[in-house]
């Protein structure tokens, strides 16, 4: 047995197993030699190996068997040396599975051209998030792995996860960047066990210098699916690549996820994206009109309207957006100014929607919960510290999340007077700065009444 024989049988099976399975999988293998009956195959990496050995390694047999009989046996070694050849067949498998990744496995998970860094209006709520992503996308190792964002709906994690994508195909093309949806993640899971392909399916995810999962909470639950993503993301993490993942809540939050996983997940660097401030709100608005004043170059707008928008529309960016695409759109049409008028006609129904709908009696309930209170306690004339300090909190959101008046929230909280009410709310406005357990409690409260 030599390699000219080899180079024989590598004909037939190409044309046994198909082209597409050759170039894969048996192009890069190399005939070493024959010892007592067992023929040595050096593959560039075990995984490889192991692959060929399970899915060809009958046929490879039978044909080396067909030319010397004496061989009995095959045997794979990962070579750290790369011969001219074998570099060229690791290329080429390299393409090959850049091709599976952008074929199989990132339809349904394109990247929007709009969601870059240039189009992400930075401010208070979201700038550590941008600068983690920015530092992410320059394609060089971080002190951090993985990098966790989240927050609510509409503020901006998917654009960031986008404007990475994107900024790492410039940066690093020679970087494999796979982004998908922990959805998409669980159905490539669930297909490749019904086509009995998981090697296929753990080549795929455990060969790409970047795994990006939006949404990763949709996981949650699925044990099997739990069970992978574990895998695949320790394999990834001793390999040294970057990991991104998505979530509308902290992974301490997420109901259903294993143990070990949010412990992984809280490994890294964990980012909340807050709630947009009106500031923000209005610096979104405002790139949007100079986006849109191309498209429609003659229309004209009251400057009051973008600072009612950002006032009025408060809990999703992307129905900021959409009111002011609906909104321009509906101009142009009729060929009308936009006025404050005029908008508060157009986008009625989306204005009625984003009216603040928490009530006082709400937030009372969520604080006595949170506390392990009675609710007749915390808004009764007990003024012991177990029942003042959640009593100060939830007179606190009142006056941050309703509409309500002073006088109307004393009264709700047992006919107290507004001046007690004001106390309260400036008393727990000085121990958010000074007491950071009353600051992580008012905003875990606070997401559990936007939600």
């Not at 208070?124 to 394609?139: F, I, Q, S």
């Not at 390999?239 to 890294?268: F, H, T, V």
């Not at 309207?305 to 009111?323: C, K, M, P």
Request: proline share 4%; charged share 25%.
């Amino acid at each position: 047995m030599n390699n000219d024989l080899w180079g024989q049988i590598q004909e037939e099976l190409q044309e046994t197993i198909g082209k597409n399975n050759f170039t894969n999988w048996i192009s890069p293998i190399n005939f070493s030699d024959v010892v007592d009956g067992v023929a040595t195959f050096k593959v560039p990496t075990t995984f490889l190996g192991n692959y060929v050995s399970q899915n060809f390694g009958d046929i490879i047999l039978s044909k080396l068997n067909s030319v010397d009989k004496g061989i009995t046996r095959i045997s794979f070694k990962a070579s750290d040396t790369v011969s001219p050849k074998k570099s060229e067949a690791m290329n080429e498998l390299k393409v090959a599975k850049s091709a599976i990744n952008r074929s199989e496995v990132i339809p349904g998970a394109p990247l929007d051209p709009r969601f870059t860094f240039d189009s992400f209006i930075v401010g208070k709520p979201n700038e550590l998030a941008h600068a983690a992503a920015r530092r992410v996308a320059d394609g060089t190792s971080v002190t951090f792995n993985p990098l966790f964002l989240y927050g609510g709906v509409g503020l901006g994690k998917t654009h960031l996860m986008h404007a990475i994508a994107w900024e790492l195909s410039n940066k690093r093309p020679d970087l494999t960047v796979l982004y998908l949806s922990a959805e998409q993640f669980m159905y490539r899971f669930v297909q490749s066990l019904r086509e009995r392909k998981m090697m296929d399916f753990k080549q795929i995810f455990r060969s790409v210098d970047i795994l990006m999962v939006d949404d990763v909470q949709f996981i949650a639950g699925k044990d099997s699916t739990q069970e992978e993503f574990f895998h695949t993301f320790n394999a990834l993490v001793d390999q040294g690549k970057q990991i991104i993942i998505s979530a509308d809540r902290a992974p301490g939050e997420i109901k259903g996820l294993e143990e070990r996983i949010k412990s992984r997940l809280q490994c890294g660097l964990v980012v909340d994206l807050h709630p947009t401030n009106y500031e923000l709100r209005l610096g979104i608005l405002q790139s949007k009109v100079d986006m849109y004043s191309k498209q429609y170059p003659d229309l004209s707008f009251d400057p009051e309207v973008l600072e009612f928008l950002a006032l009025r529309i408060s809990t999703n960016v992307r129905v900021l957006e959409g009111a002011l695409t609906r909104l321009f759109a509906f101009a142009s049409l009729v060929g009308r100014h936009i006025t404050l008028e005029v908008t508060q006609d157009c986008l009625a129904d989306v204005l009625r929607a984003s009216e603040r709908k928490i009530t006082i009696e709400e937030i009372q309930r969520k604080v006595s919960e949170h506390y392990n209170i009675r609710l007749s306690d915390m808004i009764g004339p007990k003024r012991l510290r177990t029942y003042a300090r959640p009593r100060q909190i939830a007179m606190y959101l009142s006056k941050n999340l309703t509409s309500r008046s002073l006088p109307e929230i004393g009264r709700r909280f047992g006919g107290r007077d507004h001046t007690t009410v004001m106390h309260g709310v400036k008393r727990i406005e000085e121990l958010k700065i000074q007491d950071g357990q009353v600051a992580e409690d008012v905003e875990i409260l606070r997401r559990a009444l936007e939600a």
